[in-house]
Structure formats: structure tokens, C-alpha cells
T-cell receptor, first 113, second 111 residues
Framework: ETGVTQSPTHLIKTRGQQVTLRCSSQSGHNTVSWYQQALGQGPQFIFQYYREEENGRGNFPPRFSGLQFPNYSSELNVNALELDDSALYLC????????????FGPGTRLTVL | DAKTTQPTSMDCAEGRAANLPCNHSTISGNEYVYWYRQIHSQGPQYIIHGLKNNETNEMASLIITEDRKSSTLILPHATLRDTAVYYCIVRVTDSWGKLQFGAGTQVVVTP
């Protein structure tokens, strides 16, 4: 059984560009949550997808968007990148939403220049 | 805002038990206490969670006070690989079940 995987590992973009990050959920998990972790801080919830629908959203602007596919893998898209978007982006999968344990992937380190 | 309070940092000697405290005085009756740890620049690793009763697994033990206002994570025999930031999280039981991370406790295990 494979765990949560994310790609790419590292990414460098310039301000104003767009980026897509990918996440493959753990086998059997239908819920994916995305988090942003700035340097020196704890992860902050961006949004969650359950069975291809956005199930909840944190305090992030609309230029942060996502998708979940029929195989429950997910994408995080960020438009009009800003310097403050530089962070570690984490996805976590769970059997379902609510109280099921979330298991995290290794993250994607995004640097915006 | 995070609903937990943890010490900023603590040291522990290798081979000794590490006791990590967490205060969650505003916890609701149906909210769980979760513990994760994060080794430098890696994804958070799930450790353990509980509601009312004490819990134990292969990684750690979780002791929750009877009034549920605080808890302690116990690593029974700390190793150098246990050096990490440990997060105590009260699980928000809304329809999303999002995790609200605070700053955590930086634990350094020394030889």
C-alpha cells in the first residue's frame, strides 16, 4: 500500500506566473486536504475535496483553486503568484472527511522569485 | 486561531521518556486531541489521537486529563530520530474536519 505522494518535490516560479501541484491520495482514501506552510509556521488549511467536490475552504483567495479526479488524486492551482506564496504545500488524504485521520504527503516546496 | 497551548521547545536525553504537555482548556465534548510531528521540511507524521481515554500505540502514549483540558504525549524511549516539531491539535468537528496547527513544540533529543 503506497502512501500519499506529491509532485514535484521542488518548484521555482516568478511572480505573476501560475503553478499546478499534484497529489496522489493513499489507496482507498476519497478525501484530500491541502495545506500551506510558510517558513517557521504551522500548516494552514487551504481547502478540502471529497468525491470530486470542494468540501470546505480556509481563508485563502480565489486564485487558489483545486480539482479532484475520479481516482481521488488532486491538483492545487495557484494563479498570479505572489512572493508570499513561497511555502511548503502539503496534501493529506483520509478515508473520509470529518474525524478520519489525515495522512500527509512529503510536500512540494514552492519558491516564488 | 489554534485552540491549544504548547511549550515552544524542550530537550530530552536519548533513551529517556519525553513528556510533551498540551493545554486545550476550551475543548468541546466531541472534539478529539490529535498529535502530529514534523521532521525538518518533511510532511507531518500522524502519531496518535484520543477523545477521553488514554491511548497507546507503537509510537507513543496519550494521557488526557479527566476534565479534558490538557493532555500529555509520552515518547517512552526517545531516540535521536524523534527530534522534530510536535503539534497538538484539537480536531475541529465541522463538516470538513480540518486540522488547525499551532506553532508546536520543538523537541531536541540529545545523546
Amino acid at each position: 500500500e503506497t502512501g500519499v505522494t506529491q509532485s514535484p518535490t521542488h518548484l521555482i516560479k516568478t511572480r505573476g506566473q501560475q503553478v499546478t501541484l499534484r497529489c496522489s491520495s493513499q489507496s482507498g482514501h476519497n478525501t484530500v486536504s491541502w495545506y500551506q506552510q510558510a517558513l517557521g509556521q504551522g500548516p494552514q488549511f487551504i481547502f478540502q475535496y471529497y468525491r470530486e467536490e470542494e468540501n470546505g475552504r480556509g481563508n485563502f483567495p480565489p486564485r487558489f483553486s483545486g480539482l479532484q479526479f475520479p481516482n481521488y488524486s488532486s491538483e492545487l492551482n495557484v494563479n498570479a503568484l505572489e512572493l508570499d506564496d513561497s511555502a511548503l504545500y502539503l496534501c493529506a488524504s483520509s478515508l473520509s472527511f470529518s474525524t478520519d485521520t489525515q495522512y500527509f504527503g512529503p510536500g512540494t516546496r514552492l519558491t516564488v522569485l | 486561531d489554534a485552540k491549544t497551548t504548547q511549550p515552544t521547545s524542550m530537550d530530552c536525553a536519548e533513551g529517556r521518556a519525553a513528556n510533551l504537555p498540551c493545554n486545550h482548556s476550551t475543548i468541546s465534548g466531541n472534539e478529539y486531541v490529535y498529535w502530529y510531528r514534523q521532521i525538518h521540511s518533511q510532511g507531518p507524521q500522524y502519531i496518535i489521537h484520543g477523545l477521553k481515554n488514554n491511548e497507546t500505540n507503537e509510537m507513543a502514549s496519550l494521557i488526557i486529563t479527566e476534565d479534558r483540558k490538557s493532555s500529555t504525549l509520552i515518547l517512552p524511549h526517545a531516540t535521536l530520530r524523534d527530534t522534530a516539531v510536535y503539534y497538538c491539535i484539537v480536531r475541529v468537528t465541522d463538516s470538513w474536519g480540518k486540522l488547525q496547527f499551532g506553532a508546536g513544540t520543538q523537541v531536541v533529543v540529545t545523546p
